[in-house]
């Protein structure tokens, strides 16, 4: 019954490869986001959904490219990875308008 | 540049006492602040939240403080208990739904 669920937990690759991490909600929220975690343990957002329509954007390379193919998935796919994306990324849900979000457990990158 | 930040990355108390969280921000326009507490390998979950107009919000043994002239908040708990220890996060808002979040502070309470 898990509310937002990310997969991988864990995930370990080489530089210039290409990935993907895939976030579910079940709690009927209309709205989904990502965050990343640096080493310096900020939560940084990087990008939000509503309805399947992107509303936050923030300076990204475009080397991260979210998909939200319904309102329960919000997939993040990184293209040529490189050693500083290594990082913890959380997705997150709500409901728009509503300011708790509710985070899944999040998903450890490590580039090498 | 951090617009929110939290200080002091560890924090120690003994059972029974109060805990003290300082969080800072730098933009006067934001309006909302939300306190997250995380676990170890789990996802930050809401703890408390205040609006901007107000200057206290409790929730049984949370209080958060706003004081909007120093752009500082806190969160007090009390009594302390040895299930509060985790990494607690402040977070600020200006509009709906876009959050920025400070580095946390580990809060461990001894038994």
């Known amino acids: 019954d898990t509310a937002v669920s990310q997969t991988p937990k864990y995930l370990v690759t080489q530089m210039g490869n290409d990935k993907s991490i895939k976030c579910e909600q079940n709690?009927?929220?209309?709205?989904m986001y990502w965050y990343k975690q640096d080493s310096k343990k900020f939560l940084k957002i990087m990008f939000s959904y509503n309805n399947k329509e992107l509303i936050i954007n923030e300076t990204v390379p475009n080397r991260f490219s979210p998909k939200s193919p319904d309102k329960a998935h919000l997939n993040l796919h990184i293209n040529s990875l490189e050693l500083g994306d290594s990082a913890v990324y959380f997705c997150a849900s709500s409901h728009k308008g509503d300011n708790e979000q509710f985070f899944g457990p999040g998903t450890r990158l490590t580039v090498l | 540049d951090q617009q929110v930040k939290q200080n002091s990355p560890s924090l120690s108390v003994q059972e029974g006492r109060i805990s003290i969280l300082n969080c800072d921000y730098t933009n006067s326009m934001f309006d909302y602040f939300l306190w997250y507490k995380k676990y170890p390998a789990e996802g930050p979950t809401f703890l408390i939240s205040i609006s901007s107009i107000k200057d206290k919000n409790e929730d049984g043994r949370f209080t958060v403080f706003l004081n909007k002239s120093a752009k500082h908040l806190s969160l007090h708990i009390v009594p302390s208990q040895p299930g509060d220890s985790a990494v607690y996060f402040c977070a600020a808002s200006r509009t709906t739904n876009k959050f920025y979040f400070g580095s946390g502070t580990k809060l461990n309470v001894k038994p």
């Open positions: 709690l009927g929220h209309d709205t």
